[in-house]
């Protein structure tokens, strides 16, 4: 009886903190909301923001409690991330980012984990796994050389971490007892003694300062490392942490993209009501095809929502009963996260062209969330590819990529 009303009330103390995280998160949306033109101006999350930020602990949503951290259920990390992205993408891009790095923490020795992510304005950058990246092993560790790209959130980050593939003395990779080459390995460092170079010259998400950066022959300790998807490294036994990094990525990735259609939708509909087509002088509002694809529009974010977070609810449930989440279950969160990426991308795709020429103006906000919109659709999650690997898999056929 003891252990049911523990747990209860383990459960109902889990539940009230991830509502007020997610409460705080909309809280926010004021603040981020009224520095959009620094942010994509500036390139760069201004400081006002972070602290807020900080002081609401969005950034620890994901990091282990053992390490003060708030270890939150996939559900609260959608909401949260979905809150700050109807405010702003890139904040939300790097919220994501930082977040999915942190569940490292539970991958690495615990003294480590407390010294990377103990501190209350923690934050910890990675960039995209990179082929050429090598780490040699040596005495302690490893000697590292790598380039790696699109660092999202590092501008503010004290630690960044490189992907690379474990090598032998003679540079050769080193091979697992299935005689291939042993899955690469993160590799943890200060952003100090890493070449950051500022290449983020681009169309959308401007705000997340994804630059590349490179190290040359630099030994890490090997505690400062971890495979992000071994069993064999992964130290805490909480459910949030049967899941893949991967998968967690993938649902803040699609989490930022509803953020965005939701708002961009919502928007339109305001213009709908007060704006009056040039070929009729009537409101668009109403036209029956507006609204038709209006209700069209609604359904798609509805629909693609509820997939989610159904989908994740279920293998979170499963997870609490401490079943390990499949091969063929990532896959198919990987197809839902994919699917809700998409369906915010037809969203706004109509909803910017049908408000007509003034969303092309900087003034509009229709044009920025275009560009971040289709800035994130550019990220491998949401590529067709996941879906076929989907359908391989539902089909019998092993992937012929690793997702």
């Known amino acids: 009886m003891l252990n049911r009303v523990s747990t209860a009330s383990s459960a109902t103390d889990k539940a009230q903190r991830g509502a007020g995280l997610i409460e705080r998160a909309r809280g926010l949306v004021p603040l981020i909301a009224g520095a959009t033109d620094r942010i994509d101006r500036d390139r760069v999350i201004p400081a006002d923001v972070l602290d807020a930020m900080h002081a609401a602990r969005l950034f620890r949503t994901l990091i282990p409690a053992s390490i003060d951290g708030e270890e939150v259920e996939p559900a609260t990390f959608f909401h949260v991330i979905e809150a700050v992205a109807m405010a702003d993408a890139s904040v939300a891009w790097c919220l994501c980012q930082n977040s999915g790095v942190s569940m490292g923490a539970a991958y690495l020795d615990p003294k480590v984990a407390h010294e990377l992510f103990g501190d ?36 503010h980050s004290q630690w960044i971490g490189g ?86 990525f993938g649902m803040g990735f699609c989490a930022v993209a509803l953020g965005i259609a939701r708002t961009v939708l919502t928007d339109f509909i305001a213009v709908a009501k007060s704006k009056k087509a040039h070929s009729s002088g009537k409101l668009l509002a109403d036209n029956n095809l507006v609204q038709t694809q209006v209700g069209l529009c609604q359904a798609r974010l509805g629909a693609a929502r509820a997939y989610v977070l159904e989908g994740y609810a279920e293998l979170y449930e499963q997870a609490e009963r401490g079943e390990k989440v499949s091969f063929a279950q990532r896959l198919a969160s990987r197809g839902m996260t994919c699917f809700a990426i998409q369906q915010a991308r037809e969203v706004v795709d109509y909803a910017y062209h049908a408000a007509g020429a003034g969303a092309i103006f900087d003034k509009n906000p229709f044009e920025r969330r275009f560009r971040d919109l289709h800035t994130v659709t550019q990220q491998s999650q949401a590529h067709a590819e996941n879906f076929e690997a989907l359908g391989q ?11």
């Open 393 to 403: 898999s539902l089909l019998g056929i092993e992937p012929a990529r690793k997702l």
């Open 120 to 155: 209350a304005r923690a934050a910890v950058a990675t960039g995209a796994p990179s082929p050429q990246a090598r780490a040699i092993v040596t005495d302690g560790g490893y000697r590292v050389t790598g380039l790696w790209h699109f660092a999202s959130g590092s501008r």
């Open 163 to 248: 992907h690379a593939t474990i090598c032998e003395p003679d540079g050769s990779p080193r091979l697992g007892p299935n005689g291939k080459p042993l899955e690469q390995r993160t590799m943890l460092f200060p952003k100090s003694q890493a070449t950051i170079t500022d290449t983020w010259q681009v169309i959308g998400l401007r705000g997340t300062g994804s630059d590349d950066y490179a190290v040359n022959d630099l030994f890490v300790p090997a505690a400062y490392s971890f495979t992000r998807e071994s069993d064999a490294d992964r130290r805490e036994g909480g459910p949030l942490y049967k899941f893949s990094i991967f998968n967690l």
